[in-house]
């Protein structure tokens, strides 16, 4: 089954505004009823809003693997709504995890440290390389997720093992580790170079043993405090 282009128009605009509707007591659940909404058929909606009008939390740019999902089961007739219910409960929890080491823990402090040494280098280009770069990668799991949750059904739960994730997020990790040393070699005039080397070294080994990646962050900002004060 294909979801049809203008229904895929819809779902995609409703995405970018799941959290609009954010409460304490329910989350994202209005959200996601309004995307529901947006990619159903009119003779569906009362089922739906019937069905799902509970809690619902996960991450914003994962959520579109959940509602292709949920638009096919309802497309197929949705014979059994038990295992739709179950399958949303599981699933908003797996792709609220993985989005978070995705994005939260991985990409988005890597490609600061890149932004931050592109703007000491070459001025607003780093910004703007940060928003075209995030961005691209962001609006790719949008997309995809609409088409490939409408595609695979509830089975989407098995894709959090795919490359887009893994592969990503360990090329991203690598690279937060190489310009944190980067970083801290520009940032202090009177640092040798050849340092940048073992520094380097240092990070890729805390990731490799896996510390978070937020920690490491704090051990660069740690060793340039006290760079600065000696």
């Known amino acids: 089954m294909r979801l049809s282009f203008t229904r895929f128009l819809k779902v995609l605009f409703a995405n970018f505004f799941i959290q609009t509707s954010w409460s304490f007591f329910s989350m994202q659940s209005m959200g996601f009823l309004f995307n529901l909404f947006a990619g159903a058929k009119k003779e569906q909606r009362d089922k739906i809003i019937k069905t799902h009008k509970g809690f619902f939390n996960t991450h914003p740019y994962m959520s579109s693997y959940i509602i292709g999902a949920t638009l096919r089961a309802y497309d197929e007739g949705d014979v059994f709504p038990e295992e739709t219910r179950n399958f949303i409960t599981i699933a908003q929890t797996s792709f609220a995890s993985t989005g978070d080491l995705l994005f939260w823990q991985t990409l988005r402090p890597a490609m600061l440290l890149i932004t931050a040494i592109l703007a000491v280098k070459c001025g607003v280009i780093g910004p703007l390389a940060f928003i075209i770069a995030y961005n691209t990668i962001h609006l ?23 490359r887009r994730f893994t592969t990503v997020r360990h090329i991203f990790e690598i690279l937060g580790a190489f310009f944190t040393g980067l970083l801290i070699s520009l940032a202090s005039l009177e640092m040798n170079y050849l340092l940048l080397i073992p520094i380097t070294m240092l990070f890729v080994l805390l990731l490799l043993r896996r510390f978070p990646s937020v920690l490491i962050i704090l051990a660069v900002l740690l060793v ?4 600065v004060m000696v």
């Open 140 to 162: 790719f799991h949008r997309i995809s997720g609409i088409i490939d949750g409408y595609r695979m059904g509830r089975d989407i739960i098995y894709i959090l093992k795919a």
């Open 224 to 227: 340039f405090a006290i760079m």
